[in-house]
């Protein structure tokens, strides 16, 4: 499996997400299943069933943790130092040429992107055009909407 790169924040976020499968949710839906045991016959038991269902979700999400965690490669964003170059962690003041919009995004993991938090995934159209660029560059980008040019105002690790 390829490395998967994540920030502290984003390995620590699948830790604890992980830690809450194994330590709350999985012994839950043991009891669960448990509990439609002891209700007899199982081959009319819709909450035995919805309980082995919960089981085998949960299993698969640990299992896929697992594999992600043992697969990551954790990078610091503070600790980059890329000569002002956008890079994976890296924070980026943008401002859109056409409209003059302004934007901050921060550059992290599948794992970790949420745009409502300016947490723009390595893998998205914006992050692939942004990366190798220095402050001044104008990165064009393929939206949905249509291309848009945007000029690249700071770039910061942190």
């Known amino acids: 499996m ?3 790169p994540l920030t502290i924040r984003g390995a620590e976020k699948l830790k604890q ?10 012994p839950a839906v043991i009891q669960a299943i448990a509990d439609a045991r002891a ?15 919960k089981q ?7 299992k896929e943790l697992e594999a992600k965690l043992a697969a990551a ?18 924070t980026v003041d ?3 040429e056409d409209s003059g919009q302004k934007a901050t995004y921060q550059i992290v ?12 995934s ?19 980008v393929q939206a949905p909407g249509g291309v848009r040019n945007w000029e690249i105002i700071d770039v910061r690790y942190v």
């Open 2 to 4: 390829a490395t998967i």
């Open 17 to 26: 997400e992980l830690h809450r499968l194994k330590t709350v949710d999985r």
């Open 122 to 140: 390595i893998s998205s159209p914006i992050a692939r055009a942004l990366i190798g660029k220095v402050a001044g560059d104008v990165a064009e």
């Open 73 to 90: 490669q954790v990078i610091d964003p503070a600790r980059v130092d890329a000569g002002g170059k956008v890079v994976f962690g890296a």
């Open 109 to 120: 993991g599948d794992d970790e992107a949420d745009l409502k938090l300016g947490l723009i």
């Open 39 to 53: 209700q007899g016959d199982l081959s009319e038991n819709a909450e035995y069933d919805a309980a082995k269902d």
């Open 56 to 62: 085998g979700f949960i299993e698969g999400r640990i």
């Open 94 to 96: 943008l401002e859109d």
